[in-house]
């Protein structure tokens, strides 16, 4: 379950469910830089349901100035993500398009200058059907050897082969615990548009938070793999909550302390900590006090 943050220091916070009167805590403390050898793609859903996101249902004589809301999206987020790009460029493709909605068409790698301009008009041959498996099948394979591989995946949350992603996903976890491939992260952003209704957004973030929880009290779970990130483009206030649960694996110098709502310490370290802390408390407890850069943050777990 994912918390509501007490600070703009950290990322995203998670609390899992109790397991023999402990639970989990994990806080993320959000950074802004590159990653050495770090890979990052982006998966933008040409699925015909994403036609009116782009525009793309009405003749471009018709098209009103803003229509195409896919376009900014993707400019930024590329723009963004290629700052913490090991070699500053990102790697954009269309999923789900062709006839069957299995086929991708990669755009060629973007620095963060190109992107400024980047044409975002959507797919050559736009997909009869929506499945994610291909693309995340192509970026483990273009980014096999790297040893932080990021992919962010734009949608309408409506896609129609969740399990045999989530099977991919698996296989992929046991990859990175067996050291056959370096750590990975999947963010997916949904972004829906002015005439999709309440019950259809439900359903859309009902999908993404499927796959969000998948690792939650599995085997890989419980060894610190969670590779999905999931989240509503509506509920983002800022760009720099794409990064919220991607760990760096960067110890931050300084010290940290942290209490429950006791007063008893249930984490601390004094020279350096790592950017994914992580600790246990009694089930139940509703919240801690963090000391962190010179700043007492009481965060609620609830």
């Not at 409506?158 to 996903?169: I, P, S, T």
């Given at each position: 379950?994912?918390?509501?943050?007490?600070?703009?220091?950290?990322?995203?916070?998670?609390?899992?469910?109790?397991?023999?009167?402990?639970?989990?805590?994990?806080?993320?403390?959000?950074?802004?830089?590159?990653?050495?050898?770090?890979?990052?793609?982006?998966?933008?859903?040409?699925?015909?349901?994403?036609?009116?996101?782009?525009?793309?249902?009405?003749?471009?004589?018709?098209?009103?100035?803003g229509?195409?809301?896919m376009?900014?999206?993707?400019?930024?987020?590329?723009?963004?993500?290629?700052?913490?790009?090991?070699?500053?460029?990102?790697?954009?493709?269309?999923?789900?398009?062709?006839?069957?909605?299995?086929?991708?068409?990669?755009?060629?790698k973007?620095?963060?200058?190109?992107?400024?301009?980047?044409?975002?008009?959507?797919?050559?041959?736009?997909?009869?059907?929506?499945?994610?498996?291909?693309?995340l099948?192509?970026?483990?394979?273009?980014?096999?050897?790297?040893?932080?591989?990021?992919?962010l995946?734009?949608?309408?949350?409506?896609?129609?082969?969740?399990?045999?992603?989530?099977?991919?996903?698996?296989?992929?976890?046991?990859?990175?615990?067996?050291e056959?491939?370096?750590?990975?992260?999947?963010?997916?952003?949904?972004?829906?548009?002015?005439?999709?209704?309440?019950?259809?957004?439900?359903?859309i973030?009902?999908?993404?938070?499927e796959?969000?929880?998948?690792?939650?009290?599995?085997?890989?779970?419980?060894?610190?793999?969670?590779?999905?990130?999931?989240?509503?483009?509506?509920?983002?206030?800022?760009?720099?909550?794409?990064?919220?649960?991607?760990?760096?694996?960067?110890?931050?110098?300084?010290?940290?302390?942290?209490?429950?709502?006791?007063?008893?310490?249930?984490?601390?370290?004094?020279?350096?900590?790592?950017?994914?802390?992580?600790?246990?408390?009694?089930?139940?407890?509703?919240?801690?006090?963090?000391?962190?850069?010179?700043?007492?943050?009481?965060?609620?777990?609830?």
């Open positions: 379950m994912s918390i509501t943050k007490a600070s703009d220091l950290f990322g995203k916070i998670n609390v899992y469910p109790p397991h023999s009167g402990k639970q989990r805590v994990e806080i993320y403390i959000r950074l802004q830089q590159s990653v050495e050898g770090m890979q990052i793609g982006m998966a933008i859903d040409g699925s015909r349901s994403m036609l009116e996101q782009f525009a793309a249902h009405l003749p471009k004589a018709f098209r009103q100035p229509s195409n809301i376009e900014p999206v993707v400019r930024s987020l590329c723009r963004f993500a290629c700052d913490y790009s090991g070699d500053g460029t990102i790697l954009p493709i269309y999923w789900a398009v062709g006839p069957g909605g299995k086929e991708i068409e990669p755009m060629g973007v620095s963060a200058t190109a992107s400024e301009t980047l044409p975002v008009e959507g797919p050559k041959h736009w997909g009869g059907n929506t499945f994610l498996l291909p693309a099948n192509y970026f483990m394979e273009e980014f096999a050897k790297a040893s932080w591989a990021v992919v995946f734009t949608t309408d949350g409506v896609f129609e082969d969740l399990e045999a992603v989530k099977n991919k996903a698996m296989d992929v976890g046991f990859e990175i615990l067996e056959k491939r370096g750590n990975c992260k999947f963010v997916v952003v949904g972004v829906t548009h002015t005439g999709v209704s309440e019950k259809e957004k439900q359903a973030k009902e999908t993404l938070e796959l969000d929880d998948m690792f939650d009290g599995t085997e890989l779970g419980d060894k610190g793999i969670d590779l999905w990130d999931c989240k509503m483009a509506e509920d983002m206030e800022e760009l720099a909550e794409i990064w919220d649960e991607v760990d760096f694996e960067i110890n931050i110098p300084g010290s940290v302390r942290i209490t429950d709502h006791l007063g008893k310490e249930v984490y601390s370290k004094t020279d350096q900590f790592p950017q994914r802390i992580e600790f246990k408390v009694p089930e139940g407890t509703p919240s801690v006090t963090v000391e962190i850069a010179g700043q007492t943050i009481n965060q609620p777990l609830k």
